[in-house]
C-alpha cells in the first residue's frame, strides 16, 4: 500500500475556456430515483450541475415528475434510455432493488466503457450478486464504489462494526474483491485503488452527517469523471471538494447544525471556484 495525497493540480483539466459550451464539460446520467426515493436522483443530479458538468439528466424509474422545478436544466427521462451520449454514469441514488431497478443496474453494465460511479441501493444489489461483482472484474473502465460503513459491510459480508474497527483494511479488501476504486465513507474517508494506492481525505466533517450526503459525493464525482478526469483522481477530488463544502457551511454557520444536502450545490461551486482560482491565473501567464 501507498498513501498520497489529493492533488489538486488535475483540475486543471476542467478549467474553462473562451471558445467553451455544454458539450465540453460532459455528459451526466444519474439512474436511480425509484417511488417515494426520486429526490436522491435529484440530489446527485444537482451537484452534478455545481461540480463543472456541462448536461445532466435523470434516467429514473418514478416519471411522475416531468421537470425538477428548483433545477429545470435536469433533464429527465425514463430509466431505460439512452445512455450512450454520456460521459459518466452516476448508478444507485434511490434506485431501490426491485425488479425494475435490476434491469436498471444491468442496462448500465452494459456500457462498462462509460466511467461509472456505483453508489447507495446499487451496492446493495452488487453486493448480492456474484453475477454483478464478475461485470465489475469485466468492465473496460474501472468502477467507482462508494460505500459507507454499513454498505461496506454487505459487499463484505461483516458488520459495519468490523468495517469501523479496520477503515484501512476493509478499503483495500472491497477494493481486491470487486476490483473497482472504493470511496469509503466517513470520518477522514477512503480513497483505495485495487494498485494498493490510496487517499486518507481531510476535509468534511460531522455537518455532513444528514441525509443525502452520499447522493450529493456522488453526483460531484460523477461530474469530475464526465469532465475526463481519471477515475482515481476523481474519487479523490470529488470526496476533497464535497468534505470542504461542508466545512464553508461551519464557517458561514459557525457551527455544524442546519446543513442540508439540498443547500450542497451551492456549497460546492463556490469551493471548486475557489480551487480553480490560482490554478486559471497560472494558466493565463
Known sequence: ????????????????????????????????????MLGAALLSGRAAFAAGAGKVWLNVVDQRLAVDPFAPELMIRSYDGDLTQATALAVGPGLGADTVAHTAIERSFMQSHIPTVFDADALNMISR????????????????????????????????????????????????????????????????????????????GPALAVAGQGDVLTGVIAALLGQGVDHFEAASLGAYIHGLAGDLYVEQARGDIGLTASAMPRLISQVLNRLLHPLVSSSAL
Open 1 to 36: 500500500m501507498a498513501q498520497r495525497d489529493v492533488n489538486i493540480l488535475i483540475l486543471k483539466q476542467i478549467i474553462r475556456t473562451p471558445d467553451s459550451h455544454k458539450g465540453s464539460h460532459g455528459s451526466v446520467a444519474v439512474i436511480g430515483g425509484n417511488i417515494g
Open 129 to 204: 450478486s456474484d453475477n454483478y461483482r464478475n461485470q465489475l472484474h469485466n468492465r473496460t473502465s474501472m468502477a467507482i464504489l462508494t460505500p459507507h460503513p454499513a454498505e461496506a459491510g454487505r459487499l463484505l459480508g461483516c458488520d459495519a462494526a468490523d468495517i469501523q474497527d479496520n477503515r484501512l483494511k476493509a478499503a483495500e479488501r472491497i477494493a481486491e474483491r470487486y476490483h473497482s476504486i472504493v470511496v469509503l465513507k466517513g470520518d477522514q474517508s477512503i480513497v483505495f485503488h485495487p494498485s494498493g494506492e490510496y487517499v486518507v481525505n481531510s476535509s468534511g
